[in-house]
């Protein structure tokens, strides 16, 4: 059965959502490959589909439902996600100014903090338009996992019982 159609949203909550605004092209950063772990990553992403069925949403093919099915599906998923976020990690923007802002660069900022974007040619300090303020979190405040526990399960498989 799928994730649009459990039950969950009554056909008098389905809206539709404009389409997020694309930025432009992005770098993405290399990771190196290496065997699967059992940690707070996982972890996170357990919780963000226990709390809001971020999981199912991601894996479910959408293009068969409507924008309206979507953006009601989108509400749930929102609202379990962001209580799940604001429960286990206190999260705070990187920049404080407002997007869209004329800021400046300076030499020797983190480039793990700061993604330069567009024409970026030259030496620091730089002066652009911050197109996201960007997140980092400040705490981690994650329960600890039970001893038994897989720490590589996400959701475990449901089975009922008649």
């Not at 920049?95 to 300076?106: G, H, L, W």
């Not at 981690?140 to 720490?151: F, G, N, R, S």
Request: proline share 11%; net charge negative.
């Amino acid at each position: 059965m799928s994730l649009l159609f459990r039950g969950q949203l009554p056909p008098e909550e389905l809206s539709a959502r404009p389409p997020a605004k694309e930025v432009g092209p992005v770098a993405r950063a290399a990771i190196a490959p290496g065997p699967p772990k059992g940690d707070a990553a996982v972890q996170i992403l357990a919780i963000l589909q226990r709390d809001g069925r971020l999981v199912d949403f991601l894996l479910e093919p959408i293009d068969g439902y409507s924008d309206a099915q979507i953006g009601a599906a989108v509400r749930d998923i929102h609202r379990g996600c962001r209580k799940a976020l604001g429960e286990y990690l206190d999260i705070e923007p990187v920049r404080t100014e407002r997007e869209e802002a004329s800021i400046e660069v300076p030499a020797g900022f983190d480039p793990s903090a700061i993604r330069l974007v567009g024409n970026v040619a030259g030496q620091p300090p730089f002066r652009g338009t911050l197109r996201h303020r960007g997140w980092r979190t400040r705490e981690v405040k994650l329960p600890a996992l039970p001893i038994a526990a897989d720490p590589l399960v996400i959701a475990p498989a449901e089975v009922e019982i008649a």
